[in-house]
């Protein structure tokens, strides 16, 4: 199974290419996903922030902007090691049977569905509030929401009534964790 035919599955939401990848496989697909998820948010970001910098007097220059791009590479491997571990440490206690480094590769695989929400991500952090955007920010975040809890769910092999629970305790975690954090 090729990259491109997996992946395409995947966003139609079909996890059969994702179960049969080799663990080879599914390390470069996890690789090759966050990257390019650090890339896209990257470029977005320093689009976006070089609009904030000029409005300000700063300088805009194209180094600044290539300091931006590249930093978004490792920002995208930080928070998706981050919510990995969060993800695994919370399922595995509810009996979850996938180890770290599956969850990993699995949800890293799963990033492709987060590429089309970080240029609006990237926006809404500089500031921009245009009612379409952020319309559309909602709607590629649920999109990718289900992606990623259908992979983690397979991944993890829960059934359908721990996955609402795994869920919904997440939801309200993270939602008062950026309550408290705004």
């Excluded at 290419?17 to 998820?37: E, G």
């Excluded at 991500?121 to 379409?132: C, E, K, M, V």
Aim: glycine share 6%; aromatic share 16%.
């Amino acid at each position: 199974m090729n990259y491109f035919n997996s992946m395409i599955r995947l966003l139609c939401f079909d996890l059969a290419p994702i179960k049969n990848l080799s663990i080879k496989q599914l390390q470069y697909f996890c690789i090759i996903n966050v990257a390019v998820l650090g890339l896209v948010y990257g470029f977005s970001a320093s689009f976006f922030s070089k609009i904030v910098l000029i409005e300000k007097g700063f300088d805009a220059s194209s180094f600044n902007a290539l300091k931006i791009i590249v930093a978004g590479i490792p920002t995208a491997f930080l928070m998706h090691a981050g919510a990995t571990l969060f993800i695994w440490v919370f399922l595995s206690a509810i009996g979850g049977k996938a180890n770290f480094i599956m969850a990993y590769f699995n949800i890293g695989a799963a990033s492709i569905s987060l590429w089309p929400l970080a240029p609006f991500i990237a926006a809404i952090q500089t500031g921009s509030r245009i009612p379409l955007m952020i319309g559309l920010t909602v709607c590629f975040s649920l999109y990718a929401f289900f992606v990623n809890v259908l992979v983690i769910k397979a991944s993890f092999q829960l059934s359908q009534a721990k996955m609402f629970i795994a869920t919904s305790v997440t939801i309200m975690y993270i939602g008062c964790f950026l309550y408290l954090w705004v």
